[in-house]
């Protein structure tokens, strides 16, 4: 039988499947004579007990829901209360679980004690995969078992909500909140991928939003083993299509087994986010099956945002790369995915690519191969006439005295739309997808941006500022200052050759680069940005993007205080930030809170308040989680504090796990030499010198300091940090020699790197006069001692456990 004839015939079968049972039987019947006599079909189908399944699926399917009050069907412990759905492997009723009293679902095995061998290990398969996903957004199993008269079934966790397209429908959610709602349920798939499961029938019926509103993934049953001793069981057979049409992978439209894995799944999760965000399917679904088919193999979907006007056009290119019909161009994880639809959310660089004009017409040319010489000719006649439309349209408003300023005001908007495009579109087309990991690219595409900005928006001062602001902000969260630093004062140079000066731009920029400052310790530099900033600021008219601004501002206000060791006015700043902002719960105010959070923390826990600073942190960690991805900068760093202050207060396994944990992520996202990485490293090595693990903290505090160590012309204050750490170590094991020059050198470059009279090398010092009075040097640790002391005093108070340790040190040289 052709390929044709099969569809030809599957369509029949797919008519009558919805009418008269018989009907289908009497098809089936038909279609076994043939099969009997055409090897062709033999081998396609591989066993004819398929056909005999089919026919019972149709026969269970279209016959009544079975009652459940009359006792056909019982299970030990769970009172049955109504059937909630039926699907085309199992019935699900709703029952609660008698001994706990807990609402539950139990999904029993659709064709009973009648089911076949492999409905049974379809149906276990399910159970056992189902099993392996621990995830807040996958409906977890509680239960199986077998009923007194053999059918198998599974007892879950019962949501209560609406399916997917159900919650849609009933609540007018933003984009945005669309977009939220799609991150969490790329993560389940994610995370059922990390276990080896495949879904295979992502779609909206498969999804229930609960009365929280969070997406929870189910019905695993036709869940794929990715593992490879079980790719036998779950096999497809030729010909056997498992899914839902529309929301089906070309590979599995194929009816190629062989060719499914974790890309079927993002292909799925692409139309699923397609019709979240148009109200449309990728394709035509009408006609017969045929057709669908060959539309979904053969045609690219419309641009997501000719539907809906107001979509970002980088959706248009992250869905069309989720919608791929070749694999291997797709995203080939949920998490990629998922961090480009966040990126979009949060108005970053994304790491999808535009499809080239290259590429498209290869593609064309294997579709349609006799008509590629046409195709070209077409296609460079459509670009000619596009530049001649342009020329004549300049010509034509040139000719033109009667066009008004706002017509000459939308061809300078034109003109500027056009080159940010062009500019955007060559950045994409020249990074290098080779690059490993996703940072690496965006550092990648901000190095090429930051050389180019200029030169493109040289005639639109207004353009390049904000775009050198943007690429400047970026560079800062990512850690590089230097380059940071280059393109915040071209941003500004560029504001402030502006008529009338961007006040709140120009503002939002030298609060940037006061936070790069700071983070250089140049803090009377960061000062004087600082004050310039928070004039502009006030000149604003009140707004909530002022209040927005100011709450900026104060949270790197408070940064400075603490760097100067002012931790109460710190802590005071950010309280002032936080109510500044009071009453605001959009996106970007929402991050500004949990970062003046984070600030207050890092002040609580100088002062050794550490139940509060704990407390701080989790309230920040709680607003990261939902506005923030799992791995981004902000939400690691909070993670980085929080495992601090438990060591602090004495929950060193819990500690450590969430350090080793925290470095196995920045080394993913910043990759193994960041700043970030060698941050970890000393606070994880402290934390195991702190209990005596000192072979392994060693080994850990020499990684930070090689990394810290990769700019030797630029000594950095972590390097300081991380070298009296490991001398503190030496010390405590009696190790003088090793410890005296480490402790030597950390003090003295901190002390070149911060003011005068700062609290850091004063700490440092005291460790250095401990190892001087080790050795004997009375003189030399009761000056180090002394002039410590009150600096000591100014930042922490007379009665903190440092100053407290000066004084004991000081009573051993008087004795």
Same mark, same amino acid.
């Given at each position: 039988?052709?390929?044709?004839?099969?569809?030809?015939?599957?369509?029949?079968?797919?008519?009558?499947?919805?009418?008269?049972?018989?009907?289908?039987?009497?098809?089936?019947?038909?279609?076994?004579?043939?099969?009997?006599?055409?090897?062709?079909?033999?081998?396609?189908?591989?066993?004819?007990?398929?056909?005999?399944?089919?026919?019972?699926?149709?026969?269970?399917?279209?016959?009544?829901?079975?009652?459940?009050?009359?006792?056909?069907?019982?299970?030990?412990?769970?009172?049955?209360?109504?059937?909630?759905?039926?699907?085309?492997?199992?019935?699900?009723?709703?029952?609660?679980?008698?001994?706990?009293?807990?609402?539950?679902?139990?999904?029993?095995?659709?064709?009973?004690?009648?089911?076949?061998?492999? #409905? *049974? !290990? &379809?149906?276990?398969? =399910? +159970?056992?995969? $189902?099993?392996?996903?621990? /995830?807040?957004?996958? @409906?977890?199993?509680?239960?199986?078992?077998?009923?007194?008269?053999?059918?198998?079934?599974?007892?879950?966790?019962?949501?209560?909500?609406?399916?997917?397209?159900?919650?849609?429908?009933?609540?007018?959610?933003?984009?945005? #909140? *669309? !977009? &939220?709602?799609?991150? =969490? +349920?790329?993560? $389940?798939?994610?995370?059922? /991928?990390?276990?080896? @499961?495949?879904?295979?029938?992502?779609?909206?019926?498969?999804?229930?939003?609960?009365?929280?509103?969070?997406?929870?993934?189910?019905?695993?049953?036709?869940?794929?083993?990715?593992?490879?001793?079980?790719?036998?069981?779950?096999?497809?057979?030729?010909?056997?299509?498992?899914?839902?049409? $529309?929301?089906?992978?070309?590979?599995?439209?194929?009816?190629?087994?062989?060719?499914?894995?974790?890309?079927?799944?993002?292909?799925?999760?692409?139309?699923?986010?397609?019709?979240?965000?148009?109200?449309?399917?990728?394709?035509?679904?009408?006609?017969?099956?045929?057709?669908?088919?060959?539309?979904?193999?053969?045609?690219?979907?419309?641009?997501?945002?000719?539907?809906?006007?107001?979509?970002?056009?980088?959706?248009?290119?992250?869905?069309?790369?989720?919608?791929?019909?070749?694999?291997?161009?797709?995203?080939?994880?949920?998490?990629?995915?998922?961090?480009?639809?966040?990126?979009?959310?949060?108005?970053?660089?994304?790491?999808?690519?535009?499809?080239?004009?290259?590429?498209?017409?290869?593609?064309?040319?294997?579709?349609?191969?006799?008509?590629?010489?046409?195709?070209?000719?077409?296609?460079?006649?459509?670009?000619?006439?596009?530049?001649?439309?342009?020329?004549?349209?300049?010509?034509?408003?040139?000719?033109?005295?009667?066009?008004?300023?706002?017509?000459?005001?939308?061809?300078?908007?034109?003109?500027?739309?056009?080159?940010?495009?062009?500019?955007?579109?060559?950045?994409?087309?020249?990074?290098?997808?080779?690059?490993?990991?996703?940072?690496?690219?965006?550092?990648?595409?901000?190095?090429?941006?930051?050389?180019?900005?200029?030169?493109?928006?040289?005639?639109?001062?207004?353009?390049?500022?904000?775009?050198?602001?943007?690429?400047?902000?970026?560079?800062?969260?990512?850690?590089?200052?230097?380059?940071?630093?280059?393109?915040?004062?071209?941003?500004?140079?560029?504001?402030?050759?502006?008529?009338?000066?961007?006040?709140?731009?120009?503002?939002?920029?030298?609060?940037?680069?006061?936070?790069?400052?700071?983070?250089?310790?140049?803090?009377?530099?960061?000062?004087?940005?600082?004050?310039?900033?928070?004039?502009?600021?006030?000149?604003?008219?009140?707004?909530?993007?002022?209040?927005?601004?100011?709450?900026?501002?104060?949270?790197?206000?408070?940064?400075?205080?603490?760097?100067?060791?002012?931790?109460?006015?710190?802590?005071?700043?950010?309280?002032?930030?936080?109510?500044?902002?009071?009453?605001?719960?959009?996106?970007?105010?929402?991050?500004?809170?949990?970062?003046?959070?984070?600030?207050?923390?890092?002040?609580?826990?100088?002062?050794?308040?550490?139940?509060?600073?704990?407390?701080?942190?989790?309230?920040?960690?709680?607003?990261?989680?939902?506005?923030?991805?799992?791995?981004?900068?902000?939400?690691?760093?909070?993670?980085?504090?929080?495992?601090?202050?438990?060591?602090?207060?004495?929950?060193?396994?819990?500690?450590?796990?969430?350090?080793?944990?925290?470095?196995?992520?920045?080394?993913?996202?910043?990759?193994?030499?960041?700043?970030?990485?060698?941050?970890?490293?000393?606070?994880?090595?402290?934390?195991?010198?702190?209990?005596?693990?000192?072979?392994?903290?060693?080994?850990?505090?020499?990684?930070?300091?090689?990394?810290?160590?990769?700019?030797?012309?630029?000594?950095?204050?972590?390097?300081?940090?991380?070298?009296?750490?490991?001398?503190?170590?030496?010390?405590?094991?009696?190790?003088?020699?090793?410890?005296?020059?480490?402790?030597?050198?950390?003090?003295?470059?901190?002390?070149?790197?911060?003011?005068?009279?700062?609290?850091?090398?004063?700490?440092?010092?005291?460790?250095?006069?401990?190892?001087?009075?080790?050795?004997?040097?009375?003189?030399?640790?009761?000056?180090?001692?002394?002039?410590?002391?009150?600096?000591?005093?100014?930042?922490?108070?007379?009665?903190?456990?440092?100053?407290?340790?000066?004084?004991?040190?000081?009573?051993?040289?008087?004795?």
């Amino acid at each position: 039988m052709s390929e044709h004839a099969r569809i030809s015939e599957l369509e029949r079968l797919r008519g009558n499947e919805a009418g008269d049972p018989n009907d289908g039987e009497r098809d089936l019947e038909e279609i076994r004579r043939h099969v009997e006599s055409c090897s062709q079909c033999q081998a396609q189908l591989g066993e004819l007990t398929k056909l005999d399944e089919f026919a019972s699926h149709v026969r269970e399917i279209a016959s009544p829901a079975r009652p459940i009050g009359d006792g056909t069907l019982q299970i030990p412990g769970y009172e049955i209360s109504h059937e909630v759905h039926r699907g085309g492997q199992g019935i699900v009723y709703a029952a609660t679980q008698q001994s706990t009293g807990r609402q539950v679902a139990i999904k029993v095995l659709l064709h009973g004690s009648l089911a076949s061998q492999k #409905q *049974r !290990l &379809r149906f276990e398969r =399910e +159970i056992d995969l $189902a099993s392996r996903i621990n /995830h807040p957004s996958v @409906v977890s199993i509680i239960d199986r078992g077998q009923t007194p008269d053999d059918r198998g079934y599974l007892v879950m966790e019962l949501v209560d909500g609406p399916t997917l397209d159900g919650y849609i429908a009933d609540h007018n959610i933003t984009t945005e #909140q *669309r !977009l &939220r709602l799609f991150l =969490e +349920i790329a993560h $389940a798939v994610q995370a059922a /991928h990390q276990r080896g @499961v495949l879904h295979r029938d992502l779609k909206p019926g498969n999804i229930i939003v609960n009365q929280s509103g969070q997406p929870r993934v189910l019905d695993f049953g036709l869940a794929k083993d990715d593992l490879e001793e079980s790719v036998t069981m779950v096999r497809t057979m030729a010909g056997e299509f498992m899914g839902t049409l $529309a929301y089906a992978s070309p590979e599995q439209l194929k009816g190629d087994p062989d060719a499914i894995d974790a890309r079927t799944d993002i292909y799925s999760l692409g139309v699923l986010l397609y019709e979240l965000l148009t109200g449309q399917l990728p394709h035509d679904m009408g006609g017969s099956i045929e057709g669908v088919i060959r539309r979904v193999l053969e045609q690219t979907p419309k641009r997501p945002s000719s539907i809906n006007k107001r979509l970002d056009p980088d959706l248009d290119v992250v869905l069309l790369q989720a919608l791929e019909h070749d694999p291997a161009r797709r995203y080939q994880t949920a998490d990629a995915f998922a961090e480009d639809v966040l990126a979009v959310i949060e108005h970053r660089p994304i790491n999808a690519r535009r499809a080239s004009m290259v590429y498209q017409v290869r593609k064309f040319a294997r579709r349609h191969r006799p008509a590629v010489a046409l195709a070209c000719v077409v296609l460079l006649g459509l670009v000619g006439t596009i530049s001649a439309l342009s020329v004549g349209i300049v010509q034509t408003n040139a000719a033109n005295k009667r066009a008004d300023q706002r017509r000459i005001a939308a061809e300078l908007e034109l003109d500027k739309q056009s080159k940010i495009s062009s500019f955007f579109n060559d950045l994409l087309a020249r990074v290098d997808p080779g690059q490993s990991g996703p940072d690496m690219r965006v550092l990648e595409l901000l190095d090429v941006a930051s050389g180019e900005i200029g030169e493109r928006f040289d005639t639109y001062p207004d353009l390049r500022g904000q775009l050198q602001h943007t690429v400047g902000e970026t560079y800062t969260r990512l850690g590089s200052y230097q380059p940071a630093e280059e393109q915040l004062l071209a941003a500004i140079d560029a504001m402030e050759s502006q008529d009338p000066l961007p006040k709140g731009s120009l503002a939002s920029a030298l609060g940037v680069l006061a936070q790069v400052q700071t983070a250089t310790t140049r803090l009377d530099d960061a000062d004087i940005t600082l004050d310039r900033a928070m004039k502009l600021a006030k000149l604003l008219d009140e707004s909530d993007d002022q209040r927005t601004l100011l709450a900026q501002l104060l949270h790197q206000s408070g940064a400075q205080q603490y760097e100067r060791g002012a931790f109460e006015e710190s802590i005071a700043v950010y309280q002032q930030s936080l109510d500044s902002i009071d009453g605001l719960h959009e996106e970007n105010e929402e991050r500004i809170r949990a970062q003046a959070l984070i600030g207050m923390g890092v002040s609580l826990k100088r002062l050794e308040r550490f139940d509060e600073a704990l407390n701080t942190y989790d309230k920040a960690l709680e607003i990261l989680t939902r506005v923030r991805a799992e791995n981004h900068p902000d939400t690691l760093a909070c993670l980085s504090n929080r495992a601090e202050i438990l060591n602090d207060l004495g929950r060193t396994e819990e500690a450590e796990s969430q350090l080793y944990d925290l470095l196995e992520r920045r080394r993913h996202v910043f990759g193994p030499d960041h700043e970030r990485v060698g941050i970890t490293l000393n606070n994880l090595a402290d934390s195991l010198r702190a209990r005596g693990a000192f072979e392994e903290a060693a080994q850990l505090f020499d990684e930070a300091i090689a990394i810290f160590k990769l700019n030797p012309g630029d000594p950095s204050l972590r390097l300081a940090i991380t070298m009296h750490n490991a001398g503190v170590m030496h010390l405590e094991q009696s190790q003088l020699q090793r410890a005296l020059p480490m402790l030597q050198s950390a003090a003295e470059m901190s002390a070149s790197l911060l003011p005068e009279n700062h609290w850091i090398p004063a700490q440092f010092k005291v460790k250095w006069a401990e190892c001087l009075l080790d050795q004997g040097d009375l003189v030399s640790a009761r000056e180090m001692l002394t002039r410590s002391r009150p600096v000591l005093v100014a930042a922490l108070g007379d009665t903190h456990r440092r100053v407290a340790h000066i004084d004991s040190l000081l009573e051993r040289i008087e004795q």
